[in-house]
């Protein structure tokens, strides 16, 4: 079914990817379009922290409540969220955190790359 509502450029500052994200969906469930395999998706309700990321730019909406196991008040200040948990209201610049990391550091050399491994 196609969906209506209007949506917004969500973008992944450490990649420069973007997808779109309809006002009122949550940031977790719109990247999932952008097929990259292992964007952890764990509870999808704000409790286990997988999908921790920061807001840059933009404004969110709160879609409910976030865990302070994952996100205390002096992250939450600085920018942290779940992105299960919130939703864009204007075009955002998000920067992906946590477990959130390790997919989006492969396939684009320079960006976001873990360190080589040495013997
Ligand atoms: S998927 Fe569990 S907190 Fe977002």
Same mark, same amino acid.
């Given at each position: 079914m196609?969906?209506?509502?209007?949506?917004?450029?969500?973008?992944?500052?450490?990649t420069g990817e973007c997808y779109p994200c309809a006002v009122g969906e949550s940031l977790l469930k719109g990247m999932l379009r952008l097929g990259r395999k292992g964007i952890p998706v764990g509870?999808?309700?704000?409790?286990?922290? @997988?999908?921790?990321?920061?807001?840059? /730019? =933009?404004?969110?909406e709160v879609l409910g409540?976030?865990?302070?196991?994952? @996100?205390?008040?002096?992250?939450?200040? /600085? =920018?942290?969220t779940l992105a299960c948990r919130v939703g864009p209201t204007c075009e955002v610049k998000l920067e992906v955190a946590g477990k959130m990391i390790k997919p989006f550091s492969k396939g684009f050399p320079g960006q976001a790359t873990p360190p080589a491994i040495t013997k």
């Open positions: 196609f969906d209506f509502r209007p949506k917004v450029q969500v973008t992944i500052e450490q509870c999808v309700n704000g409790g286990c922290g @997988v999908c921790k990321v920061r807001i840059l /730019q =933009g404004k969110t409540p976030v865990s302070r196991a994952h @996100v205390t008040e002096s992250e939450e200040a /600085q =920018g942290y």
